[in-house]
């Protein structure tokens, strides 16, 4: 999502751990609308202006700010990094702070049977080029990693652990944003474009959703529902023609970014 002139991530650990996890920033208004549909989901953030945090603690999540959940949350700043980026967390001790008879997520996608063909709707492609702001994103499709790998502002993408980014699924939403003080709030109720890469494939088609907790409906050129690949999917919500996608072969800086 953008913030200003930059993104935040943010993260949704379903079935692994991650300790430590962060760095942990600020809420967003536009964070409830966005993560709502996961079932009252454990929303871990460093804190926010006073209009935030209401909107944050009036909705479905549960609030695990670095104030509320400071020692039960494993909430500790990392001495080897500069404030504010240095705020870390542990998703298994998050994860304790549940509250009695929570129930797990609906299902977020679609997701297609390892036997079961990709439609003709989809068509091959080497990634895609998107503009986030004063954000430069790269997904490059590895067809011997078998994944989508990731670059921002020129470079590889990688974790804590040197390891490149990478997604399975790529949702690319074109999405309008509106703007709260400085601050822009993705606007992510109601339809728009939606480019969906997976399995080396792309899928044009429309994203859909009429209430923040019912997940986006994907559906491609045809109408039919776009199922995705297993694994980790990454969502982008990018502001409408800032994405261009190329072809399997292209060399992605022989243009320039949308």
Avoid: C
Wanted: glycine content about 8%.
């Amino acid at each position: 999502e953008n913030v200003e002139m930059l993104t935040r991530f943010a993260a949704v650990f379903h079935t692994n751990d991650s300790d430590p996890v962060g760095p942990i920033r600020s809420g967003r208004k536009q964070d409830v609308d966005l993560l709502e549909s996961f079932n009252a989901p454990l929303f871990a953030w460093s804190g926010g202006n006073a209009e935030v945090t209401k909107l944050i603690r009036a909705s479905t999540m549960v609030d695990l700010s670095h104030s509320s959940a400071n020692n039960e949350g494993g909430y500790r700043r990392e001495s080897s990094r500069s404030a504010p980026h240095n705020l870390l967390a542990d998703t298994s001790k998050l994860w304790t702070l549940a509250p009695e008879g929570a129930q797990p997520p609906q299902a977020q996608f679609i997701y297609r049977a390892a036997d079961e063909a990709i439609p003709a709707t989809a068509r091959e492609t080497g990634g895609a080029k998107l503009t986030m702001d004063g954000v430069k994103v790269l997904w490059e499709w590895n067809a011997d990693f078998s994944r989508f790998v990731r670059s921002q502002d020129d470079k590889p993408h990688v974790d804590i652990d040197d390891v490149r980014v990478n997604a399975a699924n790529v949702v690319v939403l074109y999405v309008q944003y509106s703007k709260s003080g400085y601050s822009p709030v993705a606007k992510t109720k109601g339809s728009g474009e939606a480019w969906v890469f997976t399995a080396g494939k792309l899928f044009q088609g429309t994203w859909e959703r009429d209430d923040a907790a019912k997940p986006f409906t994907l559906k491609d050129t045809a109408g039919n529902p776009i199922k995705l690949t297993p694994g980790n999917t990454w969502v982008e919500l990018t502001r409408v023609g800032k994405g261009i996608s190329f072809l399997p072969g292209t060399d992605p800086t022989s243009f320039t970014y949308p």
